[in-house]
């Protein structure tokens, strides 16, 4: 089966820095995207990648290991408005997102 | 720019009631899907349509129905609510080119 595992719950301080990490089994493997969603709201977009390493993007930067089934967020600075749920998701073969349940990311001050 | 609406915002719904989600964009991407959001689990397919004038299953399709007569539109029809479909409903777009997928607001759904 098809199976995207990260833990369900972390807890960072304000201006810290956070990882937060995303393991994955697919039937084949056409990217993996990050998606921020605030409590009561939609996901929204905040990286894609597809190739191994580091992609960067301001505060947040997001890493691949395709040999591993591998991936982390990285968020740095954090702010209070960084809380929210991080879902990890991961385009498989037929080219299907497949989701993680989220990571409840709690900043506190 | 919209984007993707959604109505609903929210429903009370009577089991064995039949109920429909509307679903809009207004960024002329091809490809639709809707989803189910439950506590603890992922977003999980419902429907989904590459372009308009078809659709196909998602990961869990049974008691829904979807069409896609348009571009921009992808309603998710509830043919006799039961209570586990008691849920919240994302309806999402996604860019052709980049495959990013952008969704709309929800639709949070209780049937009793």
């Known amino acids: 089966g098809q199976n995207i595992d990260q833990p369900t719950e972390m807890t960072a301080t304000e201006g810290a820095i956070v990882q937060i990490n995303c393991t994955y089994q697919?039937?084949?493997?056409?990217?993996l995207f990050w998606y921020q969603q605030h409590a009561g709201e939609a996901p929204t977009f905040l990286s894609y990648?597809?190739l191994d390493g580091l992609e960067e993007k301001g505060r947040f930067s997001s890493f691949l290991s395709r040999s591993k089934g591998y991936s982390y967020l990285l968020l740095k600075e954090l702010q209070m408005k960084d809380s929210a749920s991080y879902l990890c998701?991961?385009?498989?073969?037929?080219?299907?997102?497949?989701w993680g349940a989220g990571t409840k990311l709690i900043i506190k001050p | 720019t919209a984007g993707i609406t959604q109505a609903p915002t929210s429903q009370i719904l009577a089991a064995g009631r039949s109920m429909t989600l509307r679903c809009t964009q207004d960024?002329?991407?091809?490809?639709m899907y809707w989803y189910r959001q439950d506590l603890g689990l992922g977003l999980r397919l419902i429907h989904y349509?590459?372009?308009?004038?078809?659709?196909g299953k998602g990961e869990v399709p049974d008691g829904y129905s979807v069409s896609r007569a348009n571009t921009d539109d992808f309603p998710l029809t509830l043919a006799s609510a039961v209570p586990s479909q008691t849920s919240v409903y994302f309806c999402?777009?996604?860019?052709?080119?980049?495959?990013?997928?952008?969704f709309g607001p929800g639709t949070r759904l209780t049937v009793l």
């Open positions: 990648n597809v």
């Open positions: 349509s590459n372009t308009a004038g078809t659709t």
């Open positions: 960024m002329r991407h091809n490809a």
């Open positions: 999402a777009s996604s860019d052709d080119d980049t495959d990013t997928q952008y």
């Open positions: 697919t039937s084949g493997f056409n990217g």
């Open positions: 998701a991961v385009r498989d073969s037929n080219y299907q997102l497949i």
